[in-house]
Nanobody, 120 residues
Framework: QVQLVESGGGLVQAGGSLRLSCAAS????????MGWYRQAPGKQRELVAH???????KYADSVKGRFTSSRDNAKNTVYLQMNSLRPEDTAVYYC??????????????WGQGTQVTVSS
């Protein structure tokens, strides 16, 4: 069984910062990529950052220059450093992992989501 657990969400004033983390645990053999998505009320879930193995992270235009993702392969953990936050960043943020479990099955996993609220 594989689980993704996000943490670090909360309330912050505009211009502030938050750091999200996502830890993958369970019977994992390898991780092909991880990523961050967000979904605001009434809107579709959108890609925030894509973190492929061996390649540079790709960011949505709306967060480019403000958000930075990183990956700790040894811990199967990714982070999202969010700076210069704006009210429009308010959303539920989700962690995603494309991974191969022990036994050879490759699948897509999602975390439970963590709420980020930016006040003006």
């Amino acid at each position: 069984q594989v689980q993704l657990v996000e943490s670090g969400g909360g309330l912050v004033q505009a211009g502030g910062s938050l750091r999200l983390s996502c830890a993958a645990s369970g019977s994992i053999f390898s991780i092909n990529s991880m990523g961050w998505y967000r979904q605001a009320p009434g809107k579709q879930r959108e890609l925030v950052a894509h973190i492929p193995s061996g390649l540079s992270t790709k960011y949505a235009d709306s967060v480019k220059g403000r958000f930075t993702s990183s990956r700790d392969n040894a811990k199967n953990t990714v982070y999202l450093q969010m700076n210069s936050l704006r009210p429009e960043d308010t959303a539920v943020y989700y962690c995603n992992a494309d991974l191969t479990a022990l036994g050879g099955r490759r699948a897509d996993y999602w975390g439970q989501g963590t709420q980020v609220t930016v006040s003006s």
